[in-house]
Structures are given as C-alpha cells and as structure tokens.
C-alpha cells in the first residue's frame, strides 16, 4: 500500500511536470504553426500575376490562381476543392463559389 502511494505520487509530480514544460513552450509552437503557414507572395499559375493580397489554390490542380483565372478555369471543373487564401484566413469555396473583389459571391452573381 505504502509504495502504490508512492508510484502515484511520482506520476503525479511528473505530470504536473509535463504540463508546467508544456505551458512553458505552448506558445512559441503556436507561434511557430503560424508562421509556417503565413502568406507568401507567389504567382497565378494562369496569368503569372502576382498574388499580393489574395489567392485561390486549388488541391486537385495543385495551382494558385488570382481571383479571374480561378473564375475562368474552375466553371469548368466545378468539382474541384479549392481554399481561398487571404492574409491570416483561409475558406474552402463550395463549386458554385467564388472571389470577386476579395469577397465570396455564388456564380452568377
């Protein structure tokens, strides 16, 4: 009895250890997480223009177009999955989706 007292006091202490490290470098991994999927200025894959402010990127493409050359490709190959990029945030675009001006608009619209 004695020595079980014992063993779950050291689990216990080691983690609460564990989770004092953890707070202690939680932070800089967030950090980290962050950066590495920063916006990085590249160029549409289409008109070679380049993506300053937005962009569309595309999984089954795996191409990064401006809002026009998405447009023009993408109303063909609705089915494909897309994410529109901006700054810090990102969105997945439905097939009927896309940018005009930085914002989401339905096709036909």
């Not at 989770?19 to 070679?48: G, I, M, N, R």
Request: include cysteine.
């Amino acid at each position: 009895p004695e020595e079980s007292k014992s063993a779950k006091s050291d689990w216990t202490r080691r983690t609460n250890e564990i989770y004092k490290d953890w707070a202690a470098v939680k932070q800089d991994f967030l950090e980290a997480f962050v950066s590495s999927k920063s916006f990085a200025t590249s160029w549409c894959a289409d008109c070679q223009a380049p993506l300053l402010q937005c962009y569309i990127s595309c999984d089954n493409c795996r191409m990064k177009r401006c809002e026009k050359c998405d447009q023009a490709f993408h109303k063909c190959h609705p089915f494909h999955l897309r994410t529109f990029y901006e700054k810090e945030i990102s969105r997945i675009l439905l097939p009927e989706q896309f940018i005009l001006s930085g914002q989401v608009v339905a096709c036909g619209k």
